[in-house]
C-alpha cells in the first residue's frame, strides 16, 4: 500500500529506486507547475552520490517506503525545469508570506500536499510550530506528549489562494513570486496593506508599494509609519516616487520629504510636476511646530462675487480633485480670506443670489506662524473640522484639517489611521458668537 502524502515533508528523503531494486538517491525537492488554479506536482528532484536528475511524476510509483521508477532507467528521459515551475524546496519552504486574510507575515514550515483526480496538488502551506516538529523527525514523539496532556498540536494552514511569497532568493536574482504580482495584496484597504509592508524588510516593502497602482501606493504611504515609509521612498525608483509624492496629500509630502536626505528630497522635487513640487517645497519652508507646518495647500475656495449658482457650477467643475468638503472659503479678487459658506447654505440659496450675502464674514483663522499649541487650542475649543491658515496680509494659504490636528494631539500608537471626517451641510462653526 502507498504511502500517504500529505506534506512535502512526507516526500523530502524518500528513496527512488529502480525497477531492479537498485537505489538511485532520495528526494531533494519537487516542483510544481501553475496550470489551474492550484499548482500541480510534475516531478521530483532525486540526487544520488554522483548524479543529480528530475523525473517526470508520471514516471514514478509511490510505494510504502519510497518511490519506484515505472520503467528501466534507460528508457525514462529526465525533466527539463521550466522558468516558471516553482521548487517547492527551494522556493517555499522557509520563505516569507502574505496571509491577506489576517495581514501579517509568516514563515512556510511545510507545503500541504493534496490528491486529486490521479494528481498530487498544492494546496497551500502550514505555518504552525506543528510542521516544524514534523520536518525534524520527532514530529510523532511531540504530538504524543502533547496529546497526554490534551493539548493536541494544530496544523495552521494559509490556502494557496491567499498566499504570496516575498522572500528574495539568490537563485534567482530577485523576489519569488507565485502569483501576478502581489495581485491579492493590491486589493486590500491601505492600511491593511501598511500593516503588512511594515513587517517587512525595507527592500520587501519598496517592491510591494512599488506594485501597487499609483493611488493606492500613495493611500498607503500614508497610513505607514514615518521610519517606514521614509525607507521606501529612499530605495524607490526616482519616477514612481516622484508620481506618488503628486498623488499623496501636499501636507503629507512635505513631511515624507522632510524625512528624507537633503539629495533625495531635491532628486524627488525634480522628478515632480512644477506646479505640485513649488506647493510641497512652500510647505516645507514653514517650521513643523507651525500653523504654515500642518496645513494643507489642498482646499476649495470661491469668490465672494460669484452668484450661488456660479459658485455650484465652479465646485463641480473641480470637486474630481477634491477629496473631502469640509467649508467653502471665500475669497475676494486678492486672494484675501472673507467669509465661509457651508455646502447646504450654497444649494439652498436662490441662485442668482451673491456668494457675499449668505456668507459668513467673521471667520476664525490663524496665521501661518502660530504655534501648533495654539491651533490645537482653536480646534478643541470651537470643535472645528478644518481651519483657516492666512498670511500676514490676511491672504488665505491653505487649511488646517482635524485628522491632521488629531495626529499631533494623539499619541504615536493611536495616530495611525484616524477615521477621515467629512462635512457636507455641517453648521458652520466658524461664526464668531461674541
Known amino acids: 500500500m502507498a504511502e500517504e502524502i500529505h506534506y512535502l515533508t512526507h516526500i523530502l528523503g524518500k528513496p527512488v529506486i529502480t525497477q531492479d531494486g537498485q537505489v538511485l538517491g532520495t528526494v531533494r525537492d519537487a516542483i510544481a507547475s501553475q496550470g489551474g488554479r492550484l499548482p500541480t506536482i510534475n516531478a521530483l528532484l532525486m540526487k544520488g552520490r554522483t548524479k ?7 514516471d514514478i510509483d509511490i510505494t510504502e517506503t519510497g518511490f519506484t521508477l515505472r520503467r528501466p532507467l534507460d528508457g525514462i528521459t529526465p525533466y527539463t525545469p521550466r522558468t516558471m515551475d516553482i521548487r517547492l524546496q527551494r522556493d517555499i519552504m ?4 502574505v496571509d491577506v486574510h489576517d495581514y501579517r507575515v509568516v514563515r512556510v514550515n511545510d507545503v500541504r500536499i493534496a490528491e486529486h483526480q490521479d494528481r498530487f496538488v498544492v494546496i497551500g502551506a502550514d505555518v504552525s ?3 516544524l516538529f514534523r520536518r525534524s523527525g520527532f514530529g510523532w514523539l511531540v504530538e504524543a506528549v502533547m496529546n497526554l496532556f490534551h493539548r493536541p498540536l494544530q496544523s495552521n494552514l494559509i490556502s494557496w489562494d491567499d498566499m504570496e511569497a516575498l522572500q528574495p532568493d539568490a537563485e534567482r536574482g530577485g523576489m519569488i513570486k507565485l ?3 502581489h495581485e491579492k495584496i493590491s486589493r486590500l484597504h491601505p492600511a491593511d496593506i501598511a ?3 511594515e513587517q517587512l524588510s525595507p527592500q520587501q516593502r ?4 512599488e506594485s501597487l497602482d499609483i493611488e493606492t501606493a500613495a493611500d498607503t504611504i500614508q497610513e505607514m509609519e ?3 515609509a521614509a525607507s521606501v521612498m529612499e530605495l524607490m525608483e526616482e519616477e514612481k516616487a516622484a508620481d506618488i509624492l503628486e498623488e499623496m496629500d501636499p501636507d503629507d509630502a512635505a513631511d515624507l520629504l522632510g524625512d528624507l536626505s537633503e539629495a533625495r528630497t531635491e532628486e524627488l522635487l525634480e522628478h515632480m510636476e512644477p506646479e505640485e513640487a513649488a506647493d510641497i517645497k512652500e510647505l516645507m519652508s514653514y517650521g513643523e511646530e507651525t500653523a504654515g507646518g500642518l496645513m494643507t495647500t489642498e482646499y476649495l475656495a470661491i469668490r465672494e462675487k460669484m452668484s450661488a449658482q456660479e459658485g455650484i457650477d465652479f465646485l463641480r467643475s473641480i470637486a474630481p480633485k477634491a477629496e473631502q468638503i469640509y467649508y467653502l472659503y471665500v475669497v475676494n479678487d486678492e486672494n484675501h480670506l472673507v467669509g465661509v459658506v457651508s455646502l447646504r447654505d450654497l444649494i439652498v440659496a436662490q441662485p442668482t443670489t451673491p456668494v457675499e450675502k449668505f456668507m459668513v464674514r467673521n471667520v476664525r483663522c490663524v496665521h501661518t506662524g502660530e504655534h501648533a499649541d495654539e491651533v490645537a487650542h482653536i480646534f478643541t475649543r470651537y470643535n472645528l473640522l478644518a481651519l483657516p491658515v492666512v498670511d500676514d496680509n490676511g491672504e488665505m494659504q491653505g487649511i488646517i484639517t482635524v485628522d491632521d490636528m488629531m495626529e499631533r494631539l494623539l499619541p504615536a500608537e493611536k495616530r495611525r489611521k484616524l477615521p477621515q471626517i467629512s462635512l457636507e451641510d455641517e453648521e458652520n462653526p466658524h461664526k464668531d458668537e461674541s
Open 52 to 58: 543529480e536528475a528530475w523525473y517526470s511524476f508520471s
Open 94 to 97: 522557509d520563505k516569507q508570506i
Open 129 to 131: 510550530p506543528r510542521a
Open 179 to 181: 502569483k501576478v504580482p
Open 195 to 197: 500593516d503588512i509592508v
Open 206 to 209: 519598496t517592491e510591494v508599494i
Open 226 to 228: 514615518k521610519e517606514e
